[in-house]
């Protein structure tokens, strides 16, 4: 039995389909397969059950996955205990934080602050997901907690949200504005696949906030295109406006209090209380003083 032999099983279990466990391991499809496949002819068992095109875990794959998790968190604890004391003074800590956050964190002033080198990687939520798996990374910055086993999440930052219309829009003129007062506009969001939209949805459904038209969009410029020359109104967080620079159009602050974005800090359980990440944590404010 081999570590890489648990990995790989450790992926499968996450993906339930080999070619794409294969890929999150950099491996081919036949090399998994036969690593499994010695796995299975030591301990004289099927660890997997094909279903259709998919597979499962047998009742023995479930079991071995179990203790090969709690067997690769050892091993990785005890290279982190032992690492080098030079390579232990480097204090580096890898961050991912997804694109429109990613430009407006300042790695060098939290590096300054925290005096550890800071590395921020930009990368989207799926593969966030994988690289925190996989820990490839220390931490990630989104407005999605992943659904992964012993992580811990907490917020670091609540994100303000605006609305967003023309310059000939009769609301141009306003500063501020509840969002109440967009009942009966014309509603143009970007699409799930865009923007985590569950809040916006469940807030405006909340105050009862009826949008006699709404539209799913799937790109910045058609949002844009919408809001510019078919007089929609969008609603977006700071860090999405902060990704246009277009004099045509201006965006309102929404004044409910309640209504904003939350961003986690996205960790391993077992680095809660690790010394870097609290240095770290008391640095955060500059993050969240630039989304506001």
Known sequence: MELRQLRYLIAISEELNINRAAKLCFVTQPALTQQIKKLEDEFNTSLLIRRGRGIILSEDGERLTKYAKGLIRKVDAIKNEFTRPQEKHINQVCIAAVPVIHKLIDAKKISELSKLNIKVKKMCNEQMEYELRRGLINAGISSIVPDIEDTF???????????????????????????????????????????EREDIDA??????????????????????????????????????????????????????????????????KNNRNNE???ILDSCFSELTKSLN
């Open 153 to 195: 999440a907490r917020t670091i930052a609540r994100e303000k949200m605006y609305v967003v219309v023309s310059r000939q829009h009769f609301l141009n003129s306003y500063e501020e504005i509840d969002i109440k007062s967009i009942t009966n506009e014309p509603l143009a969001l970007l699409s799930k696949d865009l923007m």
């Open 203 to 268: 807030y405006l459904k909340q105050n009862k906030v009826s949008i006699k038209l709404k539209l799913d969009i799937s790109s910045f410029d058609e949002l844009f295109s919408l809001i510019k020359y078919s007089n929609f109104i969008s609603i977006l967080p700071y860090s999405f406006i902060s990704s246009f620079n277009d004099d045509d159009l201006c965006k309102i602050e929404i004044i409910n209090d309640d209504f904003c974005r939350e961003l986690y800090l996205i960790l391993d």
């Open 276 to 278: 870097n990440f609290n």
